[in-house]
């Protein structure tokens, strides 16, 4: 396998801008995660999905982010319109049995707003 | 105040040397505890996982433990080598029946550089 795919690796925009975020994860993984990781706050849960059902989003910054799940083998993260604090690495991880099961993480995608 | 706390921030050691990484964690109760490594510019993998019933896992020089008492884990790199240069992140986990148990809990990591 692959491993978790995420895409586009690198992403710069300009403030106010839609940008989306792609994940492709382990193929017969049941739970899908998206995280943000900055220097100042390191790793954060931003969402994550069990068989494709969005199960909490709690750590969704603000309605600027919406996350969909629409089948097993595909996921999106975007904001809109995207603010400079928004720039970090954004992870995509999944598992097979979440709390006893080993997330895997994609290479993160490094997205800068100016 | 974080619930899962790393020490030291960073640091650096001579190539073979051994070090120990420390982790402090009020998360309680909980279902197990992890071990990430994660390299400059990619992903966090997974090195160990610990139930709250276990004391120590290794995984090759790696080996991780885990005192449920005092809330505290180490994990400690034997015969370091240039490639374990990375950050180290400890991760707890809630219960299963909490509902909330794929809510990881991260330290901010311990930055190791190991040089010649």
């Known amino acids: 396998d692959a491993g978790v795919i995420q895409s586009p690796r690198h992403e710069v925009t300009e403030m106010g801008q839609e940008v989306t975020l792609r994940c492709k994860p382990i193929s017969g993984h049941d739970y899908l995660f998206w995280y943000r990781q900055t220097m100042m706050r390191g790793l954060e849960l931003l969402i994550y999905f069990n068989n494709n059902v969005p199960i909490d989003d709690s750590g969704m910054p603000e309605d600027r982010f919406s996350a969909k799940m629409p089948n097993a083998s595909f996921s999106t993260l975007k904001i809109q319109p995207s603010e400079p604090r928004d720039s970090a690495v954004y992870f995509c991880a999944s598992s097979f049995r979440a709390s006893l099961g080993t997330q895997y993480f994609g290479p993160g995608t490094r997205l800068l707003v100016l | 105040k974080n619930q899962v706390e790393q020490s030291p921030q960073s640091l650096i050691i001579l190539e073979g040397k051994n070090c120990t990484l420390q982790?402090?964690?009020?998360?309680?109760?909980?279902?197990?505890l992890r071990w990430y490594k994660q390299d400059t510019g990619r992903g966090p993998v997974s090195l160990t996982i610990m139930t709250f019933s276990e004391n120590t896992k290794s995984n090759g020089r790696y080996t991780a433990t885990l005192d449920a008492d005092t809330k505290q884990s180490s994990l400690h790199i034997t015969a370091s080598q240039l490639s374990d240069s990375a950050s180290y992140i400890c991760v707890v986990s809630p219960p299963i029946n909490t509902g909330t148990a794929s809510k990881l809990t991260f330290g901010t990591g311990t930055r190791l550089q190991v040089t010649l």
């Open positions: 982790c402090n964690y009020t998360v309680s109760p909980f279902s197990n």
